[in-house]
């Protein structure tokens, strides 16, 4: 069982058993034996799989993914999200740390906007992930987003902030934009985010996104994300699926498709 599930990830992720066993450091023989279960994983190799897959090590281990319900809760590692009935999803420590330095982008960049407040950073958040997902077919940030009412909402947006609220990082202003109640978050302009996580096509993809979506208003980009595949295939309250950004419509759709692909 636990060979069929590592086989599902790695097609799900769209990877060839090749670089999967490159990234464990294995030949390809190897790695076939372990999808067709005859040979047991190292703890180092059922960790990279995690990481790379983007569950938590238990599910490696189980075989399975457990499926999240909504309260959120940090683990003491900070790289994990318990809910109810001991479900998880799990974020790698990678994308965590990218996670922070990209917000901190954004916010630099655009955060001072009178139209920028949470819902529009959420929203900008969903597209530089899904929209990188569906140009290059590889994960940027790899967060989870759940379908709410107004649209597409990051895990684990919550905690990050009050860590670098805490840490003098970011402060967090109740403000109205127009007659609509909004939460702005302000950087302190001494600190520079860390880019060297990024590479040059990623820093490209969210300075892309940022132009494009940083002056509309929460409105507007929520209405967007409803007209999405991936909050419109979803179900209320659960996590929206990155491999519906294949499915999209002219009208959100960002990749060039050749014809043969269409």
Known sequence: MRGLFISELRKKHRLSQESVAKRLGITRPTYIQIERGERDLT???AEKLSELFGVTLE???AGKVSIPLIKIE????GNKIRKKEDARISIPQKNIEKFRQI???ILRKCGGKPNVGMTVIYKILYFI???YYEKHEEQIMGLVY?????GPTPYYFDELIKEM???GIIEELKSKFYIYPQTKYLIDPRIEPDLSILNGREIEHIDWEIARLS???ASMLSELSHRDVPWISAEEGKPLDYEAVFYRTKDTSVREYDADED
């Open 103 to 105: 917000l901190m982008h």
């Open 129 to 131: 992930d899904f929209d």
């Open 165 to 167: 609220k805490n840490r």
């Open 215 to 217: 002056d509309l208003t």
């Open 146 to 150: 759940l379908k709410n009412t107004h």
């Open 43 to 45: 703890i180092t190799e």
């Open 59 to 61: 599910d490696i281990r």
């Open 74 to 77: 940090k683990s003491i590692k």
